[in-house]
């Protein structure tokens, strides 16, 4: 066996620190990999399903016959909710979507007639009303008058998605790690942003209403000459249940 020169052992070295760097680097690139991907996923619901406050529309549609001119009895009452509620919420014009060129176009004209009047005796004034004239693509559908209108509404998903299997799994990590899986919570937040009846409520707390002067003197004048400050309620024994057949 020849022994190894200097110069030899010198170059050994290099090759095994080069292989030995090269290893190095293929282990941090995949455990930066790995830790890339666990932190794109939030372990917290809230975070992983955020409720977003966005402006959206709200439509309501008038399905208008062939030979019938104005609206039904449940047709004016849509109309009329629709008004009171853009008043309140509306953050623009009123659209509405009303069809020509088709069989009941003439009827259609007619009811929304009816529904101007309506939405002006409502309060909501001329220029709050935008008409758009429209033909149906397909002919067998039935031609309606569409109104709708922005608002600013809470939404939060979508749910039912399953990056990962719920079992034991070799490439489900949450399951070993007991943390909840991708879905977990998503129908709650869902749900929330469906509810809130002011979308604002999820980032601000409203302004606080003017104290009832009256009862506060009153409850301090009481505490001025030591009586108690609870509120009696003469009729209070009245809610109680009978006591017959005891």
């Not at 992983?48 to 449940?74: K, N, T, W, Y």
């Not at 209108?149 to 809470?154: G, R």
């Not at 070993?176 to 469906?194: D, L, P």
Request: charge should be neutral; charged fraction near 20%; glycine fraction near 8%.
């Amino acid at each position: 066996m020849t022994a190894q020169t200097p110069v030899d052992r010198k170059r050994a070295a290099l090759r095994t620190a080069g292989a030995l760097v090269g290893l190095a680097l293929a282990l941090g690139a995949c455990t930066h990999t790995d830790d890339a991907l666990t932190a794109s996923v939030p372990d917290d619901y809230r975070l992983r399903h955020p409720i977003v406050v966005q402006e959206a529309d709200r439509s309501v549609v008038i399905f208008i016959g062939h030979a019938r001119g104005g609206l039904s009895a449940s047709q004016r009452a849509d109309v009329m909710g629709l008004a009171q509620t853009w008043l309140a919420e509306g953050t623009g014009a009123i659209t509405a979507d009303v069809p020509i060129d088709t069989p009941n176009a003439k009827a259609a004209a007619d009811s929304f007639r009816e529904i101007q009047a309506m939405l002006s005796a409502a309060g909501v004034p001329p220029r709050g009303i935008v008409v758009h004239q429209y033909h149906p693509e397909d002919p067998r559908q039935m031609a309606a008058i569409r109104l709708n209108y922005p608002k600013i509404s809470a939404v939060a998903g979508p749910c039912g998605l399953w990056p990962e299997d719920l079992g034991s799994s070799i490439k489900n990590k949450s399951y070993f790690e007991n943390k909840s899986y991708y879905n977990f919570g998503c129908a709650y937040q869902r749900n929330m942003a469906a509810m809130v009846d002011n979308p604002s409520d999820l980032v601000q707390p409203r302004s606080e209403t003017p104290p009832y002067t009256t009862r506060r003197s009153e409850a301090f004048e009481k505490y001025r000459r030591g009586a108690p400050t609870a509120t009696v309620y003469p009729d209070g024994e009245k809610a109680k249940l009978s006591d017959t057949g005891k």
